[in-house]
């Protein structure tokens, strides 16, 4: 079974850090690519970014609105992937996702997100 | 403002068929990029309903259905359930913002 479980939200002052932590068990986690996506209160879904695998050297790509703020990492000897965000404004309040990228095969590569944690409340406030 | 739109807001009575739109452009949906569905029950973390635009994981109904044409894609919900009341969300990928994901703004499905 496939269990993907963030930790380390909270509350922060506009313009501290926080880091997020996803420990993901059930799988082969160095094989896949990892993202996190956030939702604000009462709102839709949002991409952050994502790490791809080893293969692929980790290499990573974030939305817009978290570029240069938000840094992801992953250690693949624990299968724990990060956030690790940074000058955080209120606007980044939200409950964080870990979710995993499917694998592609030999016939298709679709990288849909087939398995979410439950997710963490991160709030910026003073 | 979504990338992709989605209506806000959907209803149905159990048994009904009900269809979600999500519109994009050229260079989203357009450009070929796969469309993934999402279902998040209140309280819950989403979970991949569909994805290459019409393939259901081995534990999602086969009530649920995807397509895709042009610049859109649909998700129908055929003999609509009290357990189907949720928000859906559509997903993509957009060239204009270098292969990013995106998602649409989500719709909610209510069972009168």
């Known amino acids: 079974e496939v269990y993907l479980v963030e930790s380390g939200g909270g509350l922060v002052q506009p313009g501290g850090s926080l880091r997020l932590s996803c420990a993901a068990s059930?799988?082969?986690?160095?094989?896949?690519?990892m993202d996190w996506v956030r939702q604000a209160p009462g709102k839709g879904l949002e991409w952050v970014g994502r790490?791809?695998?080893?293969?692929?050297?980790?290499?990573?790509q974030y939305a817009a609105s978290v570029n240069g703020r938000f840094t992801i990492s992953r250690d693949d000897s624990r299968n724990v992937l990060y956030l690790q965000m940074h000058s955080l404004k209120p606007d980044d309040t939200a409950v964080y996702y870990c979710?995993?990228?499917?694998?592609?095969?030999?016939?298709?590569?679709?990288?849909?997100?087939?398995?979410w944690g439950q997710g963490i409340l991160v709030t910026v406030s003073s | 403002q979504s990338v992709l739109t989605q209506p806000p807001s959907l209803s149905g009575a159990p048994g009904q068929r009900v269809t979600i739109s999500c519109t994009g452009s050229?260079?989203?949906?357009?450009?070929?990029?796969?469309v993934h569905w999402y279902q998040q029950l209140p309280g819950r973390a989403p979970k991949l309903l569909i994805f290459?635009?019409?393939n259901r994981p081995s534990d999602v109904p086969d009530r649920f259905s995807g397509s895709k044409s042009g610049t859109s894609a649909s998700l129908a919900i055929a003999g609509l359930q009290a357990e189907d009341e949720a928000d859906y969300y559509c997903?993509?990928?957009?060239?204009?913002?270098?292969?990013?994901?995106?998602f649409g703004g989500g719709t909610k499905v209510t069972v009168l």
């Open positions: 979710a995993r990228e499917s694998e592609c095969t030999v016939a298709n590569c679709y990288r849909d997100l087939d398995y």
């Open positions: 059930g799988f082969s986690f160095s094989d896949h690519y």
């Open positions: 790490t791809r695998n080893k293969v692929n050297i980790h290499s990573t």
């Open positions: 050229s260079s989203n949906i357009g450009a070929g990029y796969d």
């Open positions: 290459g635009n019409n």
């Open positions: 997903q993509s990928y957009d060239s204009t913002l270098r292969d990013s994901r995106v």
